[in-house]
């Protein structure tokens, strides 16, 4: 099974930030469609069940 | 070739209208307004084209792929339910803090001013806590968030948590069915959750909510030991208990978010050294990101911060933690500090005025493709727009000194450049304003913009003045704050500032519609037109009405009935507003919530009761031909009169004239001025003054229209004013009807002079003459009418300056005419996203021209 702390989408919470937790993580996904290029960034935490847009690191 | 205005004879002499810029000879008017756009920048222009409109018509979405995220939804039902049993606004700040800690964060390509309040730049959130049947209308629509069956599964958890439910239940049945019809009065906010704010910026970007949450903590210590004093005093003591979760729910509810704002900070960092490889947006994505990490947490340093914060802000008080329409802040104020570190004294964030410039052009694109959730029928009465976003310019400063600054002529240059139709402005005119901003001013209404519109600076601040005498903590606005006002939303001023703004709509913005009124009061208060219902107390019928003075009086019992009624409901919303719907960062963020520790819907310290008769002119003219054919000629009965509206005129053709051609507002008629003066004075606005709010004060009309003008039209039958059942209502508080204000631009400022008493905030929408505003001339001349209109004590005025030639030739070929704008009542909006019914209006309005006379009456030279 894949989770999210081996996507390449995966970037870990730093420790000084406000919403530190262990093992959290922002999953930061480029997306593109008619109007242009943006990014979505959620949290995840690193053990989690990968979802189908996984990107292995 | 461009249309020139013909040559006129004028103090001895002829006056031709050349084109100020002989270049424009060359554009046809059926495509003028497609040559003035010029963003300031190739990112504002790549911006503007790229942008994701959320613009509504009849109801739909203009662009594809639009709709309602869930995401939202989820996040604070489920706080709400983990959080049962704790204080209600804890409840409601922990709600803020899981929408803002788990929520999908947004970065898009190009911008620098960033954050957004949905899953995806393409989405819009709902709020299933403010109203579970606006969520239940998207359910069903194709815009409806998905699992569709989740979204269903929230809508019906939030039922029993709802004010609907807990606020129906002090209310007649009956009279709650009559509301529920918007046709003679709007629906309860309890059930609609539309919503303004005014949320005090001032302090964000002064203090930054490092030093709110310091506040926060430090009232609640000084609390604690005020509770623990010796001999216990139960009467002083208790008071506490309320004080102390209202400051840690705005503790709570800071720290939520500028951690949000410093995940947004990290995607920038993430995405500029991971998936960016322009190094120049790059360094710029570094740079965003170390503002959004210090804003809004600390004080705003320069001026790029100071947009950052306030949009932040912005985004929290207006579409996160609850919906609220509007965008009131009284701008150039506002940022002026800062733009003085940043372009004047270049300390810190230095940069040029061209910079500051697009700025401004951003915030405006920023605006313009927020999604606001609001149910089909609050999409249909502001068709063509997203919502509505309306701030404030101009004025004079407390002191008395020229409130015009440089950032208010980056703000009107960015928007005449770039040409979006959000957000709207109000420019506050005082006869001390500088000449150099009336010009930028004038120029973004010529390119028919239809805004800013012109507020009367001296009325704004006296109605202030008057308001804070009925404030009921003794604490309403200063003399000097009664200066520091903004539009709240169309029409209505109130204070800006660090404390006293409006927090919740039930302030004001309650819609009563007086042409459906009369109508009712000719048949007994019964709707036989569109309801088929009993729509208000039983005053007798027509026919038997021996004089004008018993259908005046009857008339006045149904619009207390539903004048009452409206702000009942408002008032009652407000109860439980304050009880399940606290809103503890806008009360953070102001100071008066911040010192006495009560949450922002609340407390109030300012009154500002003003609500919205639409249709005012259709009655008002209905009354003129009624007195003058009935009563005073006897030309014709009340029982033929009625039979002819039964009848929608039809078999009636000749009376029906005589009808029409009776005298009609805004032409400076003594016979039907006396009478409309009287209307508005005794019935529009003397029913509404004897009213008391929650707040302690009076309730004044603030008379406009929205879209409702075409909505409420569609639900009016026939009316004596000669008009058609179905047919559009007037487009403004106190507009002439369409058409009708056929003596020129004086005669209508002539006769909207006339009405003073009781009210002074009535939309006056008038079209002025394209090819004039375009010559050599046109500042002059609209400088000398804004003069006589400022002389003759008249509260409001906007403008449409747009070529019929070029309307119709949008109605053909709508794809090659997507920069035409429109003011349609409070807010403007692209022609070609206006559903055919509300555009033939726009091009009914009659397009004034200057003649002689009206030149003569405004003392211009030329």
Known sequence: ?57 | MARVSQSIKYRGKVVAFPLENPAENDIPDEELHEHLAKPSTERTRKLKARCRWKHASAGEFCEKGVRAGIERMRLITEAHKASNGKPEVIRRALGLKNILDKCTVVLQQDEFIIGYHAEDPNMFPLYPELAYMAVQDYNISSYAPQPVEESKDIANYWIPFSMQSRAGKYFDPIDLGRMYNVSTMEAPGFATGYNSVVPPYETVLEDGLLKRIEMAEANIANAKKEMAKSPWDATKGLDWIDKIDNWEAMVIACKAVISWARRHARLCRIVAENFETDPKRKEELLEIADINYRVPAEPCKGLKDAFQAKWYTYLICHAIDRYASGYAHKEDKLLLPYYKISVQDKSFQPMTYLDAVEMVEMERLKISEHGAGKSRAYREIFPGSNDLFIFTLGGLNRDGSDGCNDMTDAILEATRNIRTTEPSMVFRWAPEGREKTKRLVFECIRDGLGFPSIKHDKIGTEQMKYYAQFSKNNNGATDEEAHDWANVLCMSPGLVGRRKTQKTRSEGGGSIFPAKILEVTLTNGYDWSYTDMQMGPETGYAENFKTFEQLWDALKKQYAYAMDLVIRAKDVCRYFESRILQAPFTSAIDDGCMELGIDANSLTEQPNGWHNPITTVVAANSLVAIKKLIYDEKKYTMKQLLEALKANWEGYEEMQKDFKNAPKWGNDDDYADKIIKDFYEDIIGGVMSKIVNYSGGPVLPVGQAVGLYMEIGSRTGPTPDGRFGGEAADDGGISPYMGTDKKGPTAVLRSVGKVQKNQKANLLNQRLSLPIMRSKHGFDIWHAYMKTWHDLNIDHVQFNVVSTAEMKAAQKEPEKHQDLIVRVAGFSARFVDIPTYGQNTIIARNEQEFGAEDLEFMNVNL
């Open chain 1, 1 to 57: 099974m894949s989770t999210c702390e081996h996507c390449g989408f995966f970037f870990l919470t730093p420790k000084d930030a406000d919403d530190y937790e262990a093992g959290k993580g922002d999953c930061v996904r480029p997306k593109k469609d008619e109007k242009g290029q943006y990014w979505l960034s959620k949290p995840t935490f690193g053990p989690n069940e990968a979802c189908p847009e996984f990107h292995k690191k």
